[in-house]
C-alpha cells in the first residue's frame, strides 16, 4: 500500500503566501515524477507544476515566477511553495506522483486534496 498526504492548505489573504507539502509513504522503490495540480469550483482539473526526480520543474503560465516546486527524495515528499496569491488562485490542490513499489509496479497516485482559499 502506497498513498499520498497532502497538507498546508487553508485560508490567504490576497498577495499572502501558503506552502503545501505532500508526502508519499507505504512500500516505495523510488518515486519519478511528482507535481501539483488543482481544481476550482466548477472547472476541470489543471496542471500547476511538476519536477522530476532530478528535481527539474515545469510549470503552467498561471504558476510561473509566483509558485516554486521542490521535492525532498529522502523524504518523498513533494512541495509547492505559493507567493503572490490571487483570489484565481482558490482551488483544491491535488499532489500526484508516479511511484514504483517495492514490488516492482508502477502506480499513479493521487493525494485526497487540500483546500486553497484566496480572499481578503
Known amino acids: 500500500q502506497v498513498q499520498l498526504v497532502e497538507s498546508g492548505g487553508g485560508l490567504v489573504q490576497p498577495g499572502g503566501s501558503l506552502r503545501l507539502s505532500c508526502a508519499a509513504s507505504?512500500?516505495?522503490?523510488?518515486?519519478?515524477?511528482m507535481g501539483w495540480y488543482r481544481q476550482a469550483p466548477g472547472k476541470e482539473r489543471e496542471l500547476v507544476a511538476t519536477?522530476?526526480?532530478?528535481?527539474?520543474?515545469t510549470y503552467a503560465d498561471s504558476a510561473k515566477g509566483r509558485f516554486t516546486i521542490s521535492r525532498e527524495n529522502a523524504k518523498n515528499t513533494v512541495y509547492l511553495q505559493m507567493n503572490s496569491l490571487n483570489p484565481e488562485d482558490t482551488a483544491v490542490y491535488y499532489c500526484?506522483?508516479?511511484?514504483?513499489?517495492?514490488?516492482?509496479?508502477?502506480?499513479?497516485?493521487w493525494g485526497q486534496g487540500t483546500l486553497v482559499t484566496v480572499s481578503s
Open positions: 507505504g512500500s516505495i522503490f523510488s518515486i519519478n515524477t
Open positions: 500526484n506522483a508516479e511511484i514504483l513499489t517495492v514490488a516492482r509496479a508502477y502506480v499513479q497516485l
Open positions: 519536477i522530476t526526480r532530478d528535481k527539474t520543474g
